[in-house]
């Protein structure tokens, strides 16, 4: 096992959890983004090797999304500022080695900007809603479409899994069934979400992670382009977010603080 990759592979998916950050954007900033592309669109070019790094990827992420549920939850509610600035700092730290893979060009400088200004429109106009369970059949095609919608953050930097799962009106079921995975009395309720969620999720990741493939093979420099813009759009609309909380001069130093302590240490990594 890789530890460094599990590793990674935990923060990304503790990132996940947060409401407005993208795991996907994480990945980039540790250079992991290309790679699991590659390696899930090519796996039997070198199947063993492409196995392993998914496999320590992929049990970081889903031990970073059961295991740290709660804790996060705890911390985004009532340390939310402190908790988002922290993952900024991490994110922050990564894009000095991506903007590298750019080329100093017009088109992509162009690019940048409209990918950048679309996401911020799009995620200015965010709705958050409350799904009501109909006990039915609906409910499975809803939690279906969740799970498309999970693997779209997920794939795409930039772009928050769980903002859309709250736009569905699904975040409350999804975090409060990841958090009580282990509870046997409410293993007919787990299953009834996880299954239709799992199964959309699964083939949601599969199609878009083709086509992204095959943008960076053709497009690469409009792809990542394209994707920087994503980025730097949900740091920008975090920072303003966090900016709108955080009350006095000490609550600011402090903030920028632990920013720069992620910045720091992703910079190390």
Request: aromatic share 14%.
């Amino acid at each position: 096992m890789n530890i460094k990759e599990f590793l990674k592979g935990i923060v990304i998916g503790i990132a996940k959890i947060i409401p407005g950050l993208s795991g996907a954007v994480l990945m980039i900033s540790f250079n992991l983004y290309d790679r699991a592309i590659e390696a899930i669109t090519n796996f039997f070019s070198n199947p063993k090797k492409n196995f392993v790094f998914l496999v320590n990827l992929s049990l970081g992420i889903i031990i970073g999304i059961v295991f740290f549920s709660k804790v996060i939850s705890y911390f985004v509610t009532n340390y939310y500022t402190y908790t988002t600035s922290l993952f900024i700092g991490l994110i922050l730290g990564g894009f000095p080695v991506i903007i590298k893979k750019i080329d100093k060009d017009k088109k992509n400088y162009l690019i940048i900007f409209i990918s950048f200004l679309s996401m911020s429109i799009l995620s200015l106009s965010g709705i958050n809603n409350t799904y009501v369970l109909k006990n039915n059949c609906f409910d499975m095609i809803i939690f279906f479409i969740s799970g498309v919608l999970e693997a779209v953050g997920t794939v795409l930097p930039g772009i928050s899994s769980t903002a859309l799962l709250m736009l569905m009106g699904v975040y409350n079921i999804y975090i409060s069934t990841i958090g009580n995975l282990f509870d046997i009395s409410l293993i007919k309720d787990t299953l009834l979400f996880l299954i239709p969620f799992s199964i959309g999720l699964l083939i949601g990741i599969i199609v878009i992670t083709i086509l992204v493939n095959y943008l960076f093979k053709h497009h690469y420099q409009l792809t990542f382009s394209f994707i920087l813009g994503i980025s730097f759009s949900s740091v920008v609309l975090l920072l303003i977010k966090v900016l709108m909380q955080v009350s006095g001069i000490f609550g600011i130093i402090v903030n920028i603080f632990i920013l720069l302590l992620g910045y720091f240490v992703m910079s190390k990594i």
